[in-house]
Every structure is written in C-alpha cells, then in structure tokens.
C-alpha cells in the first residue's frame, strides 16, 4: 500500500496538518487523539483500500485500519478527511457507518 498514490497523499497530508488535525485523525482512526508514550511505531496502523465504495475514509478504531478511497489528488484527500472528522463527533465514520 506504501506505493499507491492515496497512501503518499495520505502521508504529505499527515506532514502538512496543524497538531490539531492531526490529533483529530489519530482519534479517528484508533480512538484515542493523542501517541502513546512509545510513539507512533507502537500504534501500528494500517491504511488499506476503501471496500465500500465510499467516497470518504471509513476506520475500525479497535484494529488501528483506515480504509482510504482511491484519491487523486490532496483537495480530494483534504475533502474526505475533513468530512470524516466531523463526523467523528456523531459516533465516526466506522465500518459500514453513513455520514451526517
């Protein structure tokens, strides 16, 4: 998965977020908004495709996955995101889950 675009999208995205975003999208894809002592390796997540089809990332917080649409371009990674954590609040975008 490291070689598809989405993943390196995912990634420069990770880079260039304020640490409020990026707080908002560790909570979105493991429940838990901040790294744990042993930092990120210990976290272990996996980014895989989306399954569903969806046009926005979908998590399962109790196996660290992020299930990532096949996005071309950042605006469209910035998009989905941005709507997926909002809807975090409303119980996530998490397996099988519509947004509000």
Same mark, same amino acid.
């Given at each position: %998965?490291?070689? *598809? ?7 420069? !995205?990770?880079?260039? =977020? ?5 707080? &908002?999208? @560790?909570?979105?894809? %493991? ?6 002592? $042993? #930092?990120?390796? *210990?976290?272990?997540? !996996?980014?895989? +495709? &989306?399954?569903?089809?969806? $046009?926005?990332? %979908? $998590? &399962? ?7 990532? +649409?096949?996005?071309? %371009? ?5 998009? #989905? =995101? ?8 409303? #119980? #996530? @975008? ?7």
């Amino acid at each position: %998965t490291r070689e *598809m675009a989405p993943y390196r999208l995912l990634i420069e !995205e990770l880079l260039a =977020m304020p640490h409020a975003e990026r707080a &908002q999208f @560790l909570n979105f894809v %493991t429940a838990c908004p901040h790294l744990p002592p $042993s #930092g990120l390796e *210990m976290l272990e997540i !996996e980014v895989v +495709p &989306q399954r569903a089809h969806l $046009s926005i990332p %979908t $998590s &399962q917080t109790c196996g660290n996955k992020l299930y990532l +649409p096949p996005y071309r %371009t950042l605006e469209e990674l910035r998009s #989905g =995101m941005h709507i997926a954590f909002a809807n975090a609040e409303y #119980g #996530g @975008l998490h397996e099988h889950t519509h947004a509000h």
